[in-house]
């Protein structure tokens, strides 16, 4: 056989394979694999067919041995090219994946291969059980034992694994596991047959996102993280650069001024389906909330925004202490027919929400306008906001108030005075007069830098503060409204000013307990006639020292809609006269004017209502509904120089300076343009990383899952040395290749100072004689192949069925995807063992004299047409191959590396 392939056939060999349909992944495969001298003469020779195992469970009964064999017999057979018809179907047969004409992975297919020949060749025809053995704590600092550990595994991987394949192809490789609590050790020897190299070029997830600190303005923030990190993650690189706590933080995609999804902890970036236009933003909460747990574990599909587990809680759970809403902004705009139309606008944010403040109008107020500070440039704080009254209510602003009888009578002859009706006082009306010299900037002393003191404090608010917008609830059937799918623009929903009075007025006409607050069995909210039938109530009240203690403020009335609206909050701000008039059994009784005593300078409790009566419930969200008026003054300012009205912050958001982002990154972009060294491959491998908490390990000496510290060593190397390298990343949802150039030896690999044992006294010096090439990216790319003779030394492109002579230095290039490297043969260590050498020594020594006599084969200085980079296959990026010891020897070193 040998005879026929080299001395009949000398100028054979060096030929093409037809593409069947996408074929190219394993025509660049075989060409590469026929590269290895060894392994070809050993089926040109016909040795396999002794060898052939038809028993093995685990193997092809045969049937992938033998279509191999008459591939490598039409290689020498045939001139030019040929198709591998026959040899795809028996792969199609045994590999599934393989069967039809789709894209697939070249390195997944030799990964096949070389296992199908293995079992199919397998000497070991009754596999003995072994149990893979532990190691102990003893060994990991005694060099003697792990050796002896080491080859105990060796020796247990070749009891169950003799063949050509593991002779030429297998290696081993050290893994180390130490626990982080306890520094308990693991250590794993396991083979590997194609060793997968990680490049180190970091191939991040890099996004631009939005983050909206409390009572501040929104910064946008870079992230660049790795790609299979978690929402955690970000938060946590947030945190790292803003100091603020990562457990209260959320992130949510806003979509139409709404959210469209909520992003949980434990979601990977990856899989979580943010797309490059996506807007992600992450919140400062105040609160930790009980109705929402990020760290659930719910699946959920990237293009679906139900959130599992986010349901509706009961009002008197545990969960409703602190409950998150989601916070939307409203306004009125006319449309194309010029008719006011509602429309969201702005940001979309979260509050949390305690029970108190959920019972408190003006608690609630303040949660809402710690969102809305940040919006505007315009200074809330100490700029008039007159603009937020609505029409007619003017008169009522810096104004003191009278309680005159309905006829008009009063002490007071004031021309200015004007009466409205006093909601809750049966006869009687309030008139209010203008006060010349108001200070209309009381409460607006507050700096910029105590709004947050402010609006955590339970102090009021100014009432300018009251009228900036109407805040609404929009009841919806989700635990944790997104708002998109559930919210309307035009949708008149529930006031909350209007409940509050209302459920304030039922509050009031109840009949008070001894468990209210403000309480008091001795005190009326008005001081009102003595008993005994005295006409004077207002002089009994001033001037007896046993009279009702004075109105507290927690005693205060609720301030009409008018006075909350213009800003001007009547109760206890009268500093002038008072004159009560009212009616008692039909008789007018008139009070003596008097001074009434300022109101002590106390901050009054917000008024609250019952607790089964709350403002808002699980399933609410806030939508503030803004006037035009007050959004054209804090949004629609032209510029700096527009002192009168205010920017918004939300439309041209300013960018966060990260000097070691940027330092991080150039030194990235860096080595993606000058390219990478194979030795900074090897060194990547070897480097300690730790595991992922979805990747966690269990100890046992802890009896829980670890995020252990792993280390990969290669313990020993085989004759010919598969390097993948791994330039596809993927997932359920995102697919890239690392297309940068990586520099690799053609003669010369010096492996010694990565290799742990080197007892055997084998050579560590390999040269390279196969290049499986990757052109293009996943949606269609194309696979070639540049294999070297092993008769002539010559390299040759194959690119399907065209083959041309390259010279050795274009060999090199970035499209490398997978290298063959070969050992240096010595005497003493011939490759694949005495078995492999007693195969070469029984050839024909005159015919193998011959044929290296012979000018090189047909083809060598051949340069077909048309020889191309661009076709049709491309990879199909993902790693399917089989794990463990039963009966494989084909286990990849990434693939333990991501799995144990």
Same mark, same amino acid.
């Given at each position: 056989?040998?005879?026929?392939?080299?001395?009949?056939?000398?100028?054979?060999?060096?030929?093409?394979?037809?593409?069947?349909?996408?074929?190219?992944?394993?025509?660049?495969?075989?060409?590469?694999?026929?590269?290895?001298?060894?392994?070809?003469?050993?089926?040109?020779?016909?040795?396999?067919?002794?060898?052939?195992?038809?028993?093995?469970?685990?193997?092809?009964?045969?049937? #992938?041995?033998?279509?191999?064999?008459?591939?490598?017999?039409?290689?020498? @057979?045939?001139?030019?090219?040929?198709?591998?018809?026959?040899?795809?179907?028996? #792969?199609?047969?045994?590999?599934?994946?393989?069967?039809?004409?789709?894209?697939?992975?070249?390195?997944?297919?030799?990964?096949?291969?070389?296992?199908?020949? /293995?079992?199919?060749?397998?000497?070991?025809?009754?596999?003995?059980?072994?149990?893979?053995?532990?190691?102990?704590?003893?060994?990991?600092?005694?060099?003697?034992?792990?050796?002896?550990?080491?080859?105990?595994?060796?020796?247990?991987?070749?009891?169950?694994?003799?063949?050509? $394949?593991?002779?030429?192809?297998?290696?081993?490789?050290?893994?180390?596991?130490?626990?982080?609590?306890?520094?308990?050790?693991?250590?794993?020897?396991?083979?590997?047959?194609?060793?997968?190299?990680?490049?180190?070029?970091?191939?991040?997830?890099?996004?631009?996102?939005?983050?909206?600190?409390?009572?501040?303005?929104?910064?946008?923030?870079?992230?660049?993280?790795?790609?299979?990190?978690?929402?955690?993650?970000?938060?946590?690189?947030?945190?790292?650069?803003?100091?603020?706590?990562?457990?209260?933080?959320?992130?949510?995609?806003?979509?139409?001024?709404?959210?469209?999804?909520?992003?949980?902890?434990?979601?990977?970036?990856?899989?979580?389906?943010?797309?490059?236009?996506?807007?992600?933003?992450?919140?400062?909460?105040?609160?930790?909330?009980?109705?929402?747990?990020?760290?659930?574990?719910?699946?959920? /599909?990237?293009?679906?925004?139900?959130?599992?587990?986010?349901?509706?809680?009961?009002?008197?759970?545990?969960?409703?202490?602190?409950?998150?809403?989601?916070?939307?902004?409203?306004?009125?705009?006319?449309?194309?027919?010029?008719?006011?139309?509602?429309?969201?606008?702005?940001?979309?944010?979260? #509050?949390?929400?305690?029970?108190?403040?959920?019972?408190?109008?003006?608690?609630?107020?303040?949660?809402?306008?710690?969102?809305?500070?940040?919006? =505007?440039?315009?200074?809330?704080?100490?700029?008039?906001?007159?603009?937020?009254?609505?029409?007619?209510?003017?008169?009522?602003?810096?104004?003191?108030?009278?309680?005159?009888?309905?006829?008009?009578?009063?002490?007071?002859? @004031?021309?200015?005075?004007?009466?409205?009706?006093?909601?809750?006082?049966?006869?009687?009306?309030? #008139?209010?007069?203008?006060?010349?010299?108001?200070?209309?900037?009381?409460?607006?002393?507050? =700096?910029?830098?105590?709004?947050?003191?402010?609006?955590?404090?339970?102090?009021?608010?100014?009432?300018?503060?009251?009228?900036?917008?109407?805040?609404?609830?929009?009841?919806?059937?989700?635990?944790?409204?997104?708002?998109?799918?559930?919210?309307?623009?035009?949708?008149?929903?529930?006031?909350?000013?209007?409940?509050?009075?209302?459920?304030?007025?039922?509050?009031?006409?109840?009949?008070?307990?001894?468990?209210?607050?403000?309480?008091?069995?001795?005190?009326?909210?008005?001081?009102?006639?003595?008993?005994?039938?005295?006409?004077?109530?207002?002089?009994?009240?001033?001037?007896?020292?046993?009279?009702?203690?004075?109105?507290?403020?927690?005693?205060?009335?609720?301030?009409?809609?008018?006075?909350?609206?213009?800003?001007?909050?009547?109760?206890?701000?009268?500093?002038?006269?008072?004159?009560?008039?009212?009616?008692?059994?039909?008789?007018?009784?008139?009070?003596?004017?008097?001074?009434?005593?300022?109101?002590?300078?106390?901050?009054?409790?917000?008024? =609250?209502?019952?607790?089964?009566?709350?403002?808002?419930?699980?399933?609410?969200?806030?939508?503030?509904?803004?006037?035009?008026?007050?959004?054209?003054?804090?949004?629609?300012?032209?510029?700096?120089?527009?002192?009168?009205?205010?920017?918004?912050?939300?439309?041209?958001?300013?960018?966060?300076?990260?000097?070691?982002?940027?330092?991080?990154?150039?030194?990235?972009?860096?080595?993606?343009?000058?390219?990478?060294?194979?030795?900074?491959?090897?060194?990547?491998?070897?480097?300690?990383?730790?595991?992922?908490?979805?990747?966690?390990?269990?100890?046992?000496?802890?009896?829980?899952?670890?995020?252990?510290?792993?280390?990969?060593?290669?313990?020993?190397?085989?004759?010919?040395?598969?390097?993948?390298?791994?330039?596809?990343?993927?997932?359920?949802?995102?697919?890239?290749?690392?297309?940068?150039?990586?520099?690799?030896?053609?003669?010369?690999?010096?492996?010694?100072?990565?290799?742990?044992?080197?007892?055997?006294?084998?050579?560590?010096?390999?040269?390279?004689?196969?290049?499986?090439?990757?052109?293009?990216?996943?949606?269609?790319?194309?696979?070639?192949?540049?294999?070297?003779?092993?008769?002539?030394?010559?390299?040759?492109?194959?690119?399907?069925?065209?083959?041309?002579?390259?010279?050795?230095?274009?060999?090199?290039?970035?499209?490398?995807?997978?290298?063959?490297?070969?050992?240096?043969?010595?005497?003493?260590?011939?490759?694949?063992?005495?078995?492999?050498? @007693?195969?070469?020594?029984?050839?024909?020594?005159?015919? $193998?004299?011959?044929?290296?006599?012979?000018?090189?084969?047909?083809?060598?200085?051949?340069?077909?047409?048309?020889?191309?980079?661009?076709?049709?296959?491309?990879?199909?990026?993902?790693?399917?191959?089989?794990?463990?010891?039963?009966?494989?020897? %084909?286990? %990849?070193?990434?693939?333990?590396?991501?799995?144990?």
């Amino acid at each position: 056989m040998v005879t026929r392939g080299r001395s009949q056939q000398p100028k054979k060999g060096i030929v093409g394979l037809s593409n069947l349909g996408n074929t190219c992944y394993m025509n660049a495969a075989l060409q590469s694999v026929r590269s290895v001298n060894e392994l070809t003469q050993y089926f040109l020779s016909g040795s396999y067919k002794k060898e052939l195992n038809y028993d093995n469970p685990l193997g092809n009964r045969g049937d #992938v041995a033998k279509a191999y064999g008459h591939l490598i017999d039409s290689f020498y @057979s045939s001139s030019g090219q040929f198709a591998p018809s026959g040899f795809k179907r028996v #792969v199609g047969k045994y590999g599934p994946g393989f069967a039809g004409y789709g894209q697939q992975d070249s390195q997944e297919f030799l990964a096949f291969l070389l296992d199908g020949l /293995s079992e199919d060749l397998n000497r070991i025809h009754k596999k003995p059980y072994i149990e893979k053995p532990d190691s102990t704590d003893e060994m990991v600092q005694d060099a003697q034992a792990l050796q002896k550990f080491a080859d105990l595994n060796w020796a247990n991987y070749k009891a169950r694994n003799d063949s050509i $394949v593991t002779d030429l192809f297998a290696g081993m490789y050290k893994s180390t596991l130490t626990c982080p609590e306890c520094d308990k050790v693991s250590i794993v020897f396991d083979p590997f047959t194609s060793l997968t190299l990680g490049l180190p070029i970091e191939n991040n997830w890099q996004k631009d996102i939005i983050y909206f600190p409390i009572c501040s303005r929104p910064v946008m923030t870079s992230i660049d993280i790795d790609k299979n990190a978690t929402v955690l993650d970000i938060k946590k690189f947030i945190s790292k650069r803003t100091h603020f706590d990562s457990h209260r933080m959320i992130c949510a995609e806003s979509y139409k001024e709404r959210f469209f999804k909520i992003f949980d902890n434990n979601d990977i970036i990856s899989e979580a389906g943010m797309q490059p236009n996506d807007i992600i933003c992450v919140y400062e909460l105040d609160e930790v909330p009980t109705n929402y747990d990020p760290e659930k574990k719910t699946r959920k /599909s990237a293009y679906s925004n139900s959130r599992e587990g986010d349901k509706i809680v009961d009002s008197d759970s545990p969960a409703a202490d602190e409950l998150l809403v989601p916070l939307f902004h409203r306004t009125q705009r006319p449309d194309r027919m010029n008719r006011m139309s509602g429309v969201f606008f702005g940001h979309p944010s979260f #509050v949390v929400l305690s029970r108190a403040d959920r019972a408190s109008y003006d608690a609630l107020l303040k949660k809402c306008l710690a969102q809305v500070v940040g919006m =505007t440039t315009l200074d809330l704080v100490s700029k008039d906001l007159s603009f937020a009254t609505s029409d007619g209510e003017q008169e009522a602003e810096d104004s003191d108030t009278l309680l005159v009888a309905e006829d008009g009578a009063t002490g007071l002859q @004031s021309p200015s005075a004007s009466a409205t009706s006093v909601q809750g006082e049966d006869s009687l009306v309030d #008139v209010s007069m203008k006060e010349d010299n108001a200070d209309s900037t009381e409460g607006q002393n507050v =700096t910029q830098a105590n709004m947050k003191k402010l609006l955590r404090s339970n102090s009021p608010l100014p009432p300018k503060f009251q009228g900036l917008f109407d805040i609404r609830a929009a009841e919806t059937s989700s635990g944790i409204p997104l708002g998109w799918n559930d919210t309307s623009e035009n949708t008149p929903y529930i006031s909350i000013r209007d409940k509050f009075q209302r459920m304030s007025t039922s509050l009031a006409h109840r009949p008070k307990r001894e468990f209210d607050e403000g309480y008091d069995s001795e005190t009326d909210e008005i001081a009102e006639s003595p008993q005994d039938g005295s006409e004077d109530t207002a002089e009994t009240a001033s001037d007896s020292g046993s009279s009702k203690p004075q109105q507290s403020d927690d005693e205060m009335p609720l301030p009409e809609p008018s006075e909350i609206i213009s800003g001007k909050d009547t109760r206890g701000a009268n500093k002038h006269a008072k004159q009560k008039i009212h009616k008692r059994k039909g008789k007018l009784i008139t009070g003596k004017l008097v001074q009434v005593r300022p109101r002590p300078q106390l901050q009054p409790k917000p008024v =609250t209502v019952p607790s089964e009566s709350e403002l808002i419930s699980s399933g609410h969200a806030l939508i503030l509904d803004w006037t035009e008026d007050t959004y054209d003054a804090l949004f629609s300012g032209k510029g700096a120089d527009d002192e009168m009205r205010g920017m918004p912050t939300f439309t041209d958001i300013p960018t966060f300076e990260d000097e070691a982002l940027a330092a991080k990154r150039e030194t990235r972009l860096a080595k993606r343009k000058n390219g990478i060294g194979l030795e900074d491959c090897l060194k990547e491998y070897g480097k300690t990383e730790k595991l992922s908490e979805q990747n966690a390990w269990y100890c046992q000496r802890c009896k829980e899952h670890r995020q252990a510290d792993k280390k990969f060593e290669l313990w020993n190397v085989p004759d010919v040395l598969v390097m993948h390298l791994k330039r596809f990343s993927s997932s359920r949802n995102f697919r890239d290749k690392l297309d940068v150039k990586v520099e690799y030896p053609i003669e010369g690999l010096d492996l010694s100072e990565y290799v742990r044992d080197q007892t055997d006294g084998k050579s560590l010096i390999y040269d390279l004689i196969a290049v499986d090439n990757h052109y293009g990216g996943l949606g269609g790319g194309h696979y070639t192949a540049y294999a070297k003779n092993a008769v002539t030394g010559d390299w040759h492109d194959y690119n399907d069925s065209h083959v041309s002579r390259v010279d050795p230095s274009s060999v090199v290039a970035k499209s490398a995807y997978m290298l063959f490297y070969r050992r240096r043969t010595d005497p003493e260590h011939p490759l694949g063992g005495p078995k492999m050498e @007693s195969i070469l020594s029984n050839l024909d020594s005159e015919e $193998v004299s011959t044929a290296s006599r012979e000018a090189s084969p047909s083809g060598e200085d051949q340069r077909l047409d048309g020889s191309s980079h661009n076709g049709s296959s491309s990879a199909s990026v993902g790693q399917a191959h089989r794990v463990g010891d039963g009966g494989s020897a %084909l286990i %990849l070193a990434n693939t333990n590396k991501q799995t144990q």
